[in-house]
Every structure is written in structure tokens, then in C-alpha cells.
Antibody, heavy 121, light 113 residues
């Protein structure tokens, strides 16, 4: 059974960089069969896609955040990571990692439980 | 970006009755190259990861009960739960993957009346 688990600080100060890691079990990121995604949801708002990456380093980012978002993959640890720079209170959200099948332009067949990140001093 | 709008925001249905959720996209999700609609449905129960229910608008994911069905084409789609069970109480989302960025509806809460 494929499982994804987000980890990282729950509190980030404004202007700093938010960093999260998604650990994958039950599948090998290095297999190259999928894209690995980050999605977030601020309280009371829609789910917002942040970006995707495959094991060969092909990345796509949401144009609305492109200059601040970086996604990387560590196949040796079977993990992928999110880095979001220059955060403000509007970046406070539940952050999810998800596996994308038949990507790019695919659907998300497995999700992590999500982790709440609050941006505050 | 493609805007996804679900209706209603919430609905209460008696156990054993039908529940219907609608999803409308701001542009067609039907690809002329493969005649597929790039639309998925997800279920989120409290404290659990989102679960894929339906993809290609009407293909049920493996293991999903057959009381869940998806229909529609182009810009208008429907998720139907034919006979609501207590374990179906959840938040449901539609999502388009026709274009980047993928976008989601605002969600519909299904409760037992």
C-alpha cells in the first residue's frame, strides 16, 4: 500500500523559507512512473496546486508562485521536498503531498494526510 | 486558470437515498485527441487523506464501491452516490487535470439527514 507522509516545521516566521518533506513508502520515487506533487489549502479556501516533479528532475510550477517555489527529489531517501521562500501570512495553510498518475496532466491517486503550517512571528 | 464550481456547498441525505453533487468547469475538459474528460472526484473524511474515487469523469478507482458513479462531459459533471451509507459522510471535491495548473472545486459536504 502506497503511503505519503508530510513532515516539517509547523511554524515559520514571515519572510523566511518554508521547507517540507514528503516521505513515500510502498513505491519507489526513482521508478519514474509518476509525478510527485505539492498542494495546499488555506482555511476556508480551495485546494491550490503548487507544483510537480518526476524522478528525472522535470518540474512544473504554478505560475502564481513560480518565483518562490522549488520542488526537489531525493531518490536515495525516497523523499521529495517543497521549499517556499519569502513567506507571508497568506501562505498559512494545510500542505499536502500527492502522487500523480499519468502525469503531467494526471490525477492524484495517493495523498498524504496533510500538515498545517502557520506563518507568524 | 480553469475555474471549478461545485453545487451545492452541502447537502443532507437520508441513509439509503441518492446524493448528487454537481461540478461545472469554466472551459471544456473534453480532449479532442482522446475523447476523454480530464475530471476527477475525491473524498475526504475527517482526519484522513484525500481518496481518489473517480477519474476520466466516470472511471471508478479500484476498490471504490459501485454506489459511487461519475457522469458528464465537457463542462458539466456529476458525482452520484446511489444509496448513501453512513461511511459516505465526507467532503467531496472535483478536480480538472486538462490544463496546468490543475484546479479544484470548493468542496461539497455530504451529511446524513
Amino acid at each position: 500500500q502506497v503511503q505519503l507522509q508530510e513532515s516539517g516545521p509547523g511554524l515559520v516566521e514571515p519572510s523566511q523559507t518554508l521547507s517540507l518533506t514528503c516521505t513515500v513508502s510502498g513505491d519507489s520515487i526513482g521508478s519514474g512512473n509518476y509525478f510527485w506533487n505539492w498542494i495546499r489549502q488555506p482555511a476556508g479556501k480551495k485546494l491550490e496546486w503548487l507544483g510537480r516533479m518526476n524522478s528525472w528532475g522535470r518540474t512544473y510550477y504554478n505560475p502564481s508562485l513560480r518565483s518562490r517555489v522549488t520542488i526537489s527529489v531525493d531518490t536515495s531517501k525516497n523523499q521529495f521536498s517543497l521549499s517556499l521562500s519569502s513567506v507571508t501570512a497568506t501562505d498559512t495553510a494545510v500542505y499536502y503531498c500527492a502522487r500523480e498518475k499519468m502525469g503531467p496532466l494526471g490525477f492524484f491517486d495517493y495523498w498524504g494526510q496533510g500538515t498545517l503550517v502557520t506563518v507568524s512571528s | 486558470d480553469v475555474v471549478m464550481t461545485q453545487s451545492p456547498d452541502s447537502l443532507a441525505v437520508s441513509l439509503g437515498e441518492r446524493a448528487t453533487i454537481n461540478c461545472k468547469s469554466s472551459q471544456s475538459l473534453l480532449s479532442s485527441s482522446n475523447n476523454k474528460n480530464y475530471l476527477a472526484w475525491y473524498q475526504q473524511k475527517s482526519g484522513q487523506p484525500l481518496k481518489l474515487l473517480i477519474y476520466w469523469a466516470s472511471t471508478r478507482e479500484s476498490g471504490v464501491p459501485d454506489r459511487f458513479s461519475g457522469s458528464g462531459s465537457g463542462t458539466d459533471f456529476t458525482l452520484t452516490i446511489s444509496s448513501l451509507q453512513a461511511e459516505d459522510v465526507a467532503l467531496y471535491y472535483c478536480q480538472q487535470y486538462y490544463s496546468t495548473p490543475p484546479t479544484f472545486g470548493q468542496g461539497t459536504t455530504v451529511e446524513v439527514k
